[in-house]
């Protein structure tokens, strides 16, 4: 999970890794000074709303200060490139630098570059390991695992966009890390069984696995990504493999429906659900906060 002290993707063999900090981001026990002097940029090349918010949040209540960069507004939109963009916000003197970019690997490449440390916010489809932190932490919370954030015995199905998906990745790696179950379901334009090379089952029929799931994660449609461009209809997904109030009445007793974010309401996910009682998209959100602390910790002061 980290490399030296860069976070730039999740692993199998991260559980030891993850589960520390998994315990320190449910601890939260922070003076609130654990990075005063330091300085994060935030480099966001794609749009957020999470990330970018919460790891400015998590670096300022520890007492870093923090600039904002979008490629809007910035040298990126004259054609400078990802590189000499981020030489150029190191060369001020920055400790971390948040990257998110559209081009799988831009977090690993601009770590191969630079001497900060570098924390990848999601790179095109590869990885986006602190949202996968985050959705591990709002699991373990939830099925109250928080001594040892072992996932042993829950089944989690990741439902949807897959193959278009950073926080599926990496969320297929880290769930199986610590123990979990993990079935990909989504037409297989989507959800190709190709994707069993991950060490997990893949299935299009998400009827046939709804009542086993201990937790569903909804995924986006990435339209942007090319995402949905062989769908006949949001509609007809939304039958098939959309979180219905039909579909998440079948599920057991205690079980809950997840989202990343940002939403499709209507689409893979029903606002009823959304905002209903087994659904723990928000506290997923607040625990966003609380993992992004505990990596700018870790990758700053170690
Ligand atoms: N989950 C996630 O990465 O959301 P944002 O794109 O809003 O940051």
């Known amino acids: 999970m980290w490399n030296d002290r860069s976070l730039l993707s999740m692993n199998l063999a991260d559980a030891d890794q993850a589960r520390s900090l998994l315990a320190a981001a449910h601890a939260d026990s922070w003076k609130g000074d654990e990075l005063a002097g ?68 831009a977090a690993e490449l601009i770590d191969r ?18 949202q996968a932190l985050t959705d591990a932490l709002a699991i373990g919370r939830s099925f109250t695992r928080e001594e040892d954030w072992d996932l042993s015995g829950l089944n989690i199905a990741i439902v949807g966009d897959v193959v278009s998906s ?39 029929d998400f009827d046939s696995v709804i009542d086993q799931c201990d ?27 959309g979180m219905s109030e039909a579909r998440a009445a079948h599920m057991k007793d205690g079980a809950i429906v997840m989202h990343p974010g940002p939403m ?17 998209i928000l506290d997923q959100v607040a625990g966003g906060v609380l993992v992004r602390k505990a990596a700018l910790v870790h990758a700053i002061n170690q």
Not at 169 to 189: M, W, Y
Not at 264 to 280: C, H, L, P, Q
């Open 38 to 105: 330091k300085a994060v940029a935030n480099v966001f090349f794609e749009d957020s709303t999470r990330t970018r918010v919460s790891f400015s949040i998590a670096a300022q209540t520890l007492g870093a200060k923090v600039v904002d960069l979008t490629s809007a507004g910035s040298s990126v939109a004259k054609g400078e490139t990802l590189l000499d963009t981020a030489w150029t916000i190191e060369a001020m003197g920055v400790d971390a630098m948040v990257v998110r970019a559209g081009q799988s690997g």
């Open 113 to 130: 570059h630079t001497h900060c440390a570098i924390i990848n916010a999601g790179d095109g489809t590869h990885q986006h390991p602190t």
């Open 166 to 204: 950073r926080v599926a990745r990496s969320n297929v790696r880290l769930l199986q890390a610590l123990g979990a179950t993990v079935v990909l379901v989504g037409p297989p334009s989507m959800a190709p069984s190709s994707l069993q090379s991950l060490g997990c089952s893949v299935t299009s």
């Open 215 to 241: 937790a569903a994660m909804m995924l986006r449609i990435q339209f942007e990504r090319g995402g949905g461009s062989v769908l006949a209809s949001t509609r007809e997904y939304h039958q098939r493999y």
């Open 264 to 280: 499709n309401r209507g689409v893979e996910i029903a606002a009823a659900v959304a905002d209903g009682e087994r659904s723990v």
